[in-house]
């Protein structure tokens, strides 16, 4: 696609309940990053793709947090049991070649969660 | 630990007016410094920036890097309303590819 597409936008869920955040990456982009952006804050980093590898999850919160991208393509990161204080908005990030100095992270629109 | 710290984080101006936001960073393993615009939804690719002292420029809008003092600028001359956003500054180290941003820079522009 032309860009890097997220759904949903938005989601409400209460304490407790499950979801899943689906990211589709810019074609043919080997890399993609998931972030977390708390309110008034800058984005953190979560997790990183090569292709369909997670080379590296050390920004994952917690053990209720698991990303995969089985094909290499599109990636889904489950939140288990959420609860408030996973409530900001999720984004993702793809680029071309992971590793090379040129190689910039577009993002996606992000999907804001709300945890009542 | 790696951190980057941007300053100021509001300002608020008029149309016409020109504008600087700072960024200073402490990473191991610098490879390259970014800037993103960031509205009501994406963050907007504006500059990677991974030399010293070589001013990019897209428009209004321009940056450039010390590699020494460990800062960048970005510089926005004659503001419109369109500008409007907070501004983000990452910086990629060469033994990660992840991104590690500051706080923003939320700019205002009225007219």
């Known amino acids: 696609g032309a860009g890097v597409s997220q759904s949903p936008r938005y989601k409400v869920a209460k304490r407790g309940q499950d979801v899943a955040l689906r990211c589709d990456p810019i074609?043919?982009?080997?890399?993609l990053f998931w972030y977390q952006q708390a309110l008034g804050q800058g984005p953190e980093f979560l997790t990183y793709?090569?292709?369909?590898?997670?080379?590296?999850k050390s920004g994952l919160p917690s053990d209720r947090f698991f990303a995969e991208r089985p094909e290499g393509s599109v990636s889904t990161l489950k939140i288990q049991r959420t609860q408030q204080e996973d409530s900001a908005v999720y984004l993702c990030?793809?680029?071309?070649?992971?590793?090379?100095?040129?190689?910039?992270?577009?993002f996606g629109a992000g999907t804001r969660l709300s945890v009542l | 630990e790696d951190k980057v710290v941007q300053s100021p984080l509001s300002l608020v101006v008029h149309e016409g007016d020109t504008v600087t936001l700072n960024c200073s960073y402490e990473v191991t393993n610098f490879r390259s410094l970014l800037w993103y615009k960031q509205e009501k939804k994406a963050p907007t690719f504006l500059f990677m920036l991974t030399s010293s002292g070589i001013e990019k420029k897209s428009g209004r809008l321009s940056s450039i890097l010390d590699k020494k003092e460990l800062f960048s600028i970005l510089n926005i001359t004659a503001t419109q309303t369109g500008d409007s956003a907070v501004y983000l500054c990452?910086?990629?180290?060469?033994?990660?590819?992840?991104?590690?941003f500051g706080t923003g820079t939320r700019l205002q522009v009225f007219p």
């Open positions: 990030a793809s680029s071309l070649v992971s590793g090379l100095a040129e190689s910039i992270q577009y």
């Open positions: 990452a910086v990629e180290a060469r033994n990660t590819d992840k991104l590690i």
């Open positions: 074609s043919g982009h080997v890399s």
């Open positions: 793709f090569q292709n369909e590898a997670q080379l590296d």
